[in-house]
């Protein structure tokens, strides 16, 4: 199993990034997924999932309307869409799977700075 994410930078408040997650090595569509950040000094946070087909959504209270998760089943990829960030959503971003109530695979993990 793998999983690389990629689309993080610096970015103003504000402003917007799109984070990618390619997956490959397992059955893409039979997992849910989900996205995770972890900032210095703190512990990781969720961020949203998503279930397999992709109907079923949730959000962490931190980023509910600022947010999206998709995916694209035929591309094995999940994305983040991150609308008006603030400074607190400086992190590392981690995709990860999504089996039932846990985690089981990781990827390892893509920066974003929001910063004047």
């Known amino acids: 199993v793998q999983l690389q994410a990629s689309g993080g930078g610096l970015v103003q408040p504000g402003g917007s990034l799109r984070l990618s997650c390619t997956a490959s090595g397992f059955i893409f569509s039979n997992y849910g997924m989900a996205w995770f950040r972890q900032a210095p000094g703190k512990e990781r946070e969720f961020v949203a999932s998503i279930n397999t087909s992709g109907n079923i959504i949730k959000y962490g209270d931190s980023v509910k309307g600022r947010f999206t998760i998709s995916r694209d089943n035929a591309k094995n990829m999940v994305y983040l869409r991150m609308d008006n960030l603030k400074p607190e959503d400086t992190a590392l971003y981690y995709c990860?799977?999504?089996?039932?109530?846990?985690?089981?695979?990781w990827g390892q993990g893509t920066l974003v700075t929001v910063s004047s």
């Open positions: 990860a799977t999504k089996w039932g109530n846990s985690y089981p695979n």
